[in-house]
C-alpha cells in the first residue's frame, strides 16, 4: 500500500445559499454548513483510503462570518495525516459575494474518517506524507489535535498525552 | 432580566432516519445529524434568552455508534451556562430500534449560541442557575470547556486559561 | 404479550418553521405538518408494539392557528387505544414564538396505525391500558371514533355503530 | 362574482415515488402523500376564487393500498362546494406501476380552504354549480359533510345538524 | 407489440414554486424546472412503452418568461415518436398566477429517453402513430430532431443527416 | 468594464449521489444532474460578470454513462464567450467511484445566462478573452452554437446564421 500526499486527496466544493438553507436573519444555518462540510471531507477521505468511510469525529469549530443567502459557499478539503484505518481532513470554508466582489472567512474544521472493508469493519488506509512547509505543519498538529480528541472521548489519560502536554500551551493547536 | 433553570430550556426532538439521510453503508450520516443537533440546539437557546440565536460553535463530537435506517434519533437539549451574550447546550443524542428494543448512545455535544438584537448585535442573556448536581457539573465543566474553545479558536492564550490549566489533567472536560 | 400504558408510547417531535414549510403569507403549510404528525405517530405506534407499522387512516384535523415562519412546531402524539392489529394514536399540536413567549394551539388529531410481521400482514398489537382519567377519556372515545372511521370508509353499517350512536349526539367526539 | 363550475377547477398533480418518500416497506409515507394532496388540493382552490388560499381542515383519511417505490402517484381534485368564504376540494388518489400496467386506487378525501384577502382576513369566494350528477352527489354530500366538521371541531352542536342527523345514518357520507 | 398513440402517453404535472425552488430574483430556478420537467417527461415515457426507463439526452431548451414563488408550473407531456428502443417526448411548460388570473408560456422541450429490460440493456419499445395533424407535424419533425442529437452528439456525419440537410434551413426544427 | 479569461470563471462543484437523487436503477437522474448543472453553470457566470444571472437557455445534453448512487459527481464549468449582456458557460460532468479507482465521463453541456441590474433588466457583461487554443476554440464555436440556439428558439432565420451555415456540415459544433 503505498502513500499519498496532501494533494491527492485535494477537494473542492461549491454551493449557493438558497432559502431553505438560512436562519431568520437570512443567513447560511450552521447545521446546514457542517452537512456539507461532512460531505466534501468525506470525499476527500475517499480519495485518500479508496475504500467507503463514515464520520468518526468533527473538532471545535467556530463559525466567524455568517453567510448570506444567495452568497457561494466554498469548501477545501484535503487529508493532513492518516493513523492506521482513519485520516484527518482539513476543511477551509469561504463565502463569496460575487456582485459585491467581496470574499470572506467562514471557519476551518477538522474532521475525522474511518475507512470501512465490505464486512463494515476498519480497514488499513495509506499512509499520508507531507509535501510542503504547510502540509508539515498541518502533518505534525494532527497528532497533538488527535491527543486532544482522543481525551475529550475519554480514550486517552491527559497524562499520556506527550505531545500535546509538551506543546499545548506553546502554540494554537 | 431574571435567571433561568436548565429545566426551562429543557428541548427533546425526534426523528426517523429516511434513506436519503444515510450513507452507503445504510447508516445516518454524521452531516445530516449535526444539522438536526443545530436545530435542537437552536431552540433550547431560544427558550432560555427568548431571542433569535446564531451559532456561534460546536465542540468536539466524537460518534460512537451507527444510528440505521428505520431507527429512531432522540435529541435531548438544554442550556447548561450562560456568557453574557452566548450560552452553551448540551447535547445528548440516542438511536433506538423498536422492532428490536434496542436503544444505544450514539454521541454526546456542546453548540454555542449567541443571542442576537433587531440589529443583528449581541444582546444580554439571562444568567442560569443550576439546580442538580448534574446541572451544577455540567456548569462548572462550561468554563474550562469556554477556555478551551477560545484558545483552539486562536482568542486567549493558554496561560490565561487558568480554570482550564488547574483541571485538564485531572478530569475529563 | 404484556399491555402496555400511554405513557409506554409517549413521543415529543420539534421543528423550526423553514422557509420552505411555508405558503405565501409566511405560515406553515398544513401538508407538510401533516407529514411531520404522521412520523411522530409513526414513532409512538412503534414504541407501543415494537414492530414496524403503516398509516391506515387519518382523522379530522382543523388548524386553528397559522404556525409562522421561524416559530417553532411542538407536537405530542401517544396510543390512546388498540384494537387487535391496529392502535389509534393522538395528537396535540402547539406553535411557539420564543422571541414573543407566545405559546399558542395549531391542532389535535387522531392517526391510526396497523403494525405488520415480517411478511407484512397485520400483527398482533399489545392491548393498552388507560391509567388516568384523560387517558381512560381518550380510551373511551377511541371506540366511538373507530365507529365513525369504520362508517366514513365504508366498511361498518350506521346500524351496528352501537356506541356512536348512542353517544354521537350527546358529547363530541 | 360570478358562479364557477367544478370543471374550472379540476387539477391533475403525477408524482413518482423516490426513496426518501417511502417507508421501511418501500412504500409511500402517509405523510408524504398529504403533503402531495394539500398542493394539489390547494392549486384546485386558487383556481375556483383566484385569491391565495390556506387550509382550514382535512378530513378522515383511509389509505387502502400503499404505492409502491418507483410508481406513479396520481392525484385529481377539483372544488365540490363554496360556502361564504371557504371552499370544499374532493380528492381522488391513485397509484400505477407502469411496467405492470397496473393501477390501484390509494384513497379519497376532501380538504378545506378559506381564500384570504391581502390583510389576510377571509374573503367571499364564488359560488360552485354542480353540472354533472356526480358533481350534484358531491354538491350535496358537502352541506353534511361540513356539519360533521363543524361537530368535530366543537363549533356545532349535533342537534343543529339537520342535514346530517336525517341522512348520517342512510347513506356513507 | 402493439403501436401507440400520442394520447396514451399524455402527462401532466402540476407544481406550486416554493422558496426554496427560487433564485434571489424570487424566480423559479431553472435548474429546477428542468428537474420537475426530467419526471414529467419519464413518467410519459413509462406510459408509452411499460418498462423502466432512463434519461438519454435533452434537446436546445429556452427560457422565455420566469415563474414567480407562489405561482403554478403546468407540464405537459407525450411521446411524439419512438426509434427502436428509444422514445421522445415533447413538453410544454406555463406558468400561472391564479390571482391575477394571469398564465403565461415558459418553454418547450424534447427529452429522448431509452426503455431498459431487467439486465439494463435497451429493449424494443412500441411504435408511436400520430392521430391528429399536430401530432403527425411533430411525428415528421422528431426525425430531424434525432439526427441533430445525432451530430450533435457526435454520433452521425452530418452528410447522412437527409432529411435534416433538406429541411434545416427551409423550416425551424 | 475589463475583459476576463475563461480561468476567471473556472468553478469546480462536488457532489455525492444520494438515495434521493436515484432512479429505480439506483443511478442518477438526468433532471437532478441538470438542477445541479444549473447551478455549478449560475455561479461560473457570476464570477464572469459580478452581477445576479438568470438562466436563458440550455443546449441539447446527452447522457453518455450513468453515474450510480454513493458515487461522486465532477462538474466543471467556465465561460467560453460572452455576448453583450449574456454568456455561454461550459461544463464538463465526470462520475468517480474510488472504491474502484473508477472515473467516466457522463457528458458535457453549455448553459447561457443573462446578467440582470437592480431592476431586473439584462446590464452589460465583461467580454471574454481566450487564453489558451482549447479556450480559442470554444470561443470560435460558441458563435456557431449561438446561431443555432436563435434558429432553435425562432429568433434567427436560418438564412442569416452565415458562421453556422459555412461550418455546420465540417466539423461538429
Known amino acids: 500500500m503505498i502513500s499519498k500526499k496532501p494533494a491527492d486527496s485535494y477537494t473542492v466544493m461549491t454551493e449557493i445559499v438558497l432559502p431553505n438553507d438560512t436562519n431568520v436573519f437570512g443567513n447560511l444555518m450552521g447545521g446546514r454548513l457542517m452537512y456539507w462540510m461532512d460531505i466534501a471531507a468525506a470525499i476527500a477521505a475517499m480519495k485518500h483510503c479508496n475504500a467507503p468511510v463514515v464520520t ?6 467556530s ?3 455568517p453567510i448570506k443567502l444567495g452568497n457561494t459557499v466554498h469548501i477545501e478539503a484535503n487529508v493532513t495525516r492518516a493513523f492506521t484505518t482513519s485520516m484527518e481532513v482539513h476543511l477551509k470554508v469561504w463565502g463569496e459575494d460575487y456582485t459585491q466582489q467581496y470574499r470572506y472567512k467562514s471557519n476551518e474544521a477538522y474532521y475525522t474518517f474511518v475507512a470501512l472493508d465490505p464486512n463494515r469493519k476498519p480497514r488499513l488506509v495509506p499512509t499520508l506524507e507531507p509535501v510542503t512547509p504547510e502540509d508539515q505543519h498541518l502533518f505534525d498538529g494532527a497528532l497533538r489535535r488527535r491527543q486532544l480528541r ?3 472521548g475519554g480514550k486517552m489519560k491527559p497524562d499520556d498525552a506527550v505531545e500535546l502536554k509538551a506543546l499545548f500551551f506553546k502554540e494554537q493547536l
Chains 1, 2, 3, 4, 5, 6 share one sequence.
Open 56 to 61: 468518526a469525529s468533527v473538532d471545535n469549530i
Open 150 to 152: 482522543l481525551i475529550l
Open 63 to 65: 463559525f466567524e462570518n
